[in-house]
């Protein structure tokens, strides 16, 4: 029935009968917050390339953690940043190593639930998520180094391991890792993720940019290993393999300009797809922010309800404590 029986506006005449009406609401619980950890480091540091952000001390990560719980967030995603980088990227997998030293303080200090990132490229010479040979990244190679990271988190007390290199099989050589060792509990969110631009503002924060190192080739880019964003198919393929190999959760991103992926995803599979509105999605809305021309709190939860309404059960998002403020706040 058209126009004048049917008046949409009767929908939109005031907040409460909008509110009521709508059909995504953004909630705190769908909020997870990546968090980065400097080896070495004594007091916070800003960091300099992802506005309102800053780098933790191993000493003020219990501090964050308190906070996530205050305010209502569930879930923080690690981040290390190692002292030392080498070509195999050897201190990723370190029991003593920052990542694992940080999950053994969150979990001891709070209930939040653990998401760690692995991968090499924060630890690697060559800033490569893999194993650079002259060959370029070695898939096979890598899965056994992935493996070991995953089993250091795991023992660590991790919840869920998220591998984020995109070397083929990466699910079941983390899987199989996880049960040979009894860890059979913890889970796995595996990343599809795609060859983007908007990782440059993480690249510069945690130097993971590739890099030209003396006897290996310079590979300037991730497309031999991240995904090709003119095509959903290979995405949907990719997700199917994780899922068949033990991903409990898929996680997307980018997050905004993938919303069709997303959505797509949510209507194929039965397990929880998240979104991550990565570092150039968040930074951008900030810069803009500054320069007047947005208005904060409006541009974010805009964003990140499109994100929701696209079908990712819960983001991970820089804003995530903003945002859980701004929602308490009412
Ligand atoms: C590591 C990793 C990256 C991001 C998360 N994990 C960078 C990359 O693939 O180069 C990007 C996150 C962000 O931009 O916020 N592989």
Known sequence: MGFPISRLRRLRKNEKIRELVSDVHLDKSDLVYPVFVKE???????????PGQSYSPLSGVGRIAEKCETLGVHGLLLFGIPREKDVLGRKAYSDGGIVQKAIRLVKKKSDLVVFTDVCLCQYTTHGHCGVLTKDGVNNDR???LLAKIALSHARAGADFVAPSAMMDGQVKAIRDALDEEGFDDTGIMSYSKFASSFYGPFRDAVDSAPKRVKGLPYITDRSTYQMDFRSLSQAMREISLDIDEGADIVLIKPALPYLDVIKEARRRFNVPIAAYQVSG????LKLAVERGLLDEKRSFLESLTSIKR??????VTYAALDVARWLSAG
């Open 142 to 144: 890598t899965l056994k």
């Open 281 to 284: 999605e968040y930074t951008m």
């Open 40 to 50: 070495d480091l004594i007091n916070e540091g800003k960091i300099a390339s992802i």
């Open 310 to 315: 696209s079908g990712a059960s819960f983001i």
